[in-house]
């Protein structure tokens, strides 16, 4: 009797193990853009861990693709079980890299970002189509004693070009904590991007001034976007204020 009670004991955990396991949500990595920081995704955090998702806010160096895309590589590396990768802007080209080797990415979810093909920059997409203005809204840059310079949006500009449908006292906090990129990565070439062979979700805004709509539609069109999401009037940081539309469509490709 003591043989059989322990082996339904056992089959009992082993079944709830499975469903366990079945029902564990795969693990959101957020990666933040240039001019932004991780605090950026904190609306997008608080909804996904109220529905069960973990959660992993990577602070992105801003300091070249490579070296972006190996840190975030380590990042996703680090966790066991599935990931959905999410970009905003930059974090796009970083993300297409990043997914590359890791079985365990499953999805990709672009906001507001750059998806490049291999051999293009970010530059080159913002570029390709009319309607950007950040260029004219940079402050002076800043000299690194390393080599080349770093990028900020100027903070008297930060509101209006960066997140215009943003309250403007958490805009100007958001200028003040802005972390700045090197030139060289807004110029440096892509490899192979991960959105070739993973699927992927689009979101952004009409009122995007660094990336123009036109360029944002156009390169989720191109990856094959399973669903695009396009928010009339949002700004280029569609995550802080429209954090349920960005949440919902994260939560759709983790499924």
Do not use: C
């Not at 297409?96 to 507001?112: C, D, E, I, P, Q």
């Not at 989720?220 to 009037?233: C, I, M, N, P």
């Amino acid at each position: 009797m003591f043989k059989f009670a322990a082996a339904v004991a056992l089959a009992g955990a082993l079944f709830s193990g499975a469903a366990v396991a079945e029902t564990a949500k795969p693990t959101v990595v957020l990666v933040h853009g240039a001019f932004a920081d991780s605090s950026s995704w904190n609306g997008v955090v608080e909804i996904l861990r109220k529905d069960g998702f973990p959660v992993v806010a990577a602070a992105n160096p801003l300091r070249s693709v490579a070296n972006d895309a190996a840190y975030v590589s380590d990042v996703v590396g680090s966790i066991a079980g599935p990931v959905v990768l999410v970009g905003h802007s930059y974090g796009g080209q970083v993300i297409s890299t990043a997914a590359n080797g890791h079985g365990n990415v499953k999805s990709l979810v672009y906001v507001a970002a750059f998806a490049p093909e291999a051999g293009e920059s970010v530059a080159d997409l913002a570029g390709k189509f009319p309607g950007g203005t950040l260029s004219g809204a940079l402050a002076a840059p800043v000299k690194l004693s390393t080599g080349g310079v770093d990028l900020y949006i100027d903070q008297a500009k930060f509101h209006d070009q960066f997140a215009s449908d943003v309250p403007a006292e958490q805009a100007a906090l958001m200028a003040a904590a802005q972390r700045p990129i090197t030139e060289a990565a807004l110029t440096e070439k892509s490899g192979e991007p991960a959105w070739e062979k993973l699927p992927s979700w689009f979101v952004y805004g009409t009122g995007d001034k660094n990336i123009p709509a036109a360029a944002l539609g156009f390169m989720a069109e191109r990856a094959g976007s399973k669903r695009t999401v396009v928010v009339d009037g949002a700004s280029h940081v569609v995550m802080v204020s429209h954090p349920v539309k960005v949440a919902e469509l994260i939560e759709e490709a983790a499924k």
